[in-house]
């Protein structure tokens, strides 16, 4: 009888651990997936600004990401895109000749984007005048047809990104590195490139000079592109509370399911009692 009882047992902790060892498994893959989303940086932008945005799009599935699609927010002036090899880049405007969406698709040899790799696209456009939170619904497209939308709120499984635009210089600055270079060169070559002249920049300097404050609280066009031409992210992803939102939910539920185990571990043993 002891005997037996320790077979019990045994077979008790035994599901026990299978039981924890599928909740840890499933946290880590899960956890994995979380931080995998489409994004779009910066998370913080000054109000008025020429900013150069990064999407960065992660390859989710064991098949290749052949296109992405990315609406441009109300508000929200799209102007330039940085061209990319082995990728073609459309985009659709509306009646008012303004741009509505951007598209990345594989052309030529390109195989798009392979299981466990990502790409990031970079754009520039000027924000919006008043301070407000600017949604990035994104598309992605897999080489089996099927779509990833990615236009749910934060702490959804497929949510778009966000940027806040604010009137605060310094939060802006801190939230995109290199998203507000002062460099002459780039400056004046990228007003020329607009078609506008040098004055703007002349017109900061002296501004700046004259009263100790920024003279414009834009960023200029010049600005934009030179961080354009680096082809550099702004920054890196700022989904962190979401994501930790997201772990949170997931411990919880791993935790639901071991209590159910348990439970009908206990259930189970006393009928054999």
């Known amino acids: ?43 913080v932008a000054q109000t008025s600004a020429w900013q150069t945005y990064t999407i960065k799009i992660p ?6 990401t052949t296109k992405i699609t990315l609406k441009i927010p109300e508000g929200v002036a799209f102007k330039q895109y940085q061209p990319l090899s082995g990728w073609k880049i459309t985009t659709e405007k509306n009646d008012s000749k303004e741009v509505t969406s951007i598209t990345w698709e594989i052309d030529g040899d390109n195989q798009g984007i392979l299981a466990g790799q990502f790409q990031q696209f970079n754009f520039v456009a000027q924000n919006p005048k008043t301070e407000t939170e600017v949604a990035w619904d994104a598309f992605q497209y897999y080489s089996d047809g099927s779509i990833v939308e990615w236009t749910g709120q934060p702490g959804a499984n497929s949510p778009h990104s966000i940027t806040t635009i604010s009137e605060d210089p310094a939060a802006a600055g801190n ?80 935790l639901a399911l071991i209590m159910s185990f348990l439970g009908i571990a206990l259930a189970t043993r006393r009928k054999k009692r």
């Open 1 to 43: 009888m002891r005997g037996v009882i320790i077979l019990k047992k045994t077979s008790w902790v035994s599901k026990l651990t299978s039981a924890m060892a599928t909740g840890a498994a499933a946290f880590l893959l899960f956890s994995g997936l979380a931080s995998a989303h489409v994004t779009v940086n910066p998370s």
């Open 59 to 64: 390859s989710e599935k064991e098949l290749p």
């Open 175 to 254: 939230a995109a590195t290199g998203g507000d270079h002062h460099s002459a060169g780039g400056a004046s070559n990228g007003h020329d490139s607009a078609g506008t002249a040098g004055t703007a920049t002349g017109d900061k300097a002296s501004d700046t000079a004259t009263d100790g404050k920024k003279g414009n609280d834009d960023t200029t066009l010049g600005d934009a592109l030179s961080d354009t031409v680096t082809g550099q992210p702004n920054n890196t992803d700022s989904d962190a509370g979401t994501l930790k939102l997201q772990q949170a939910t997931l411990i919880v539920s791993i």
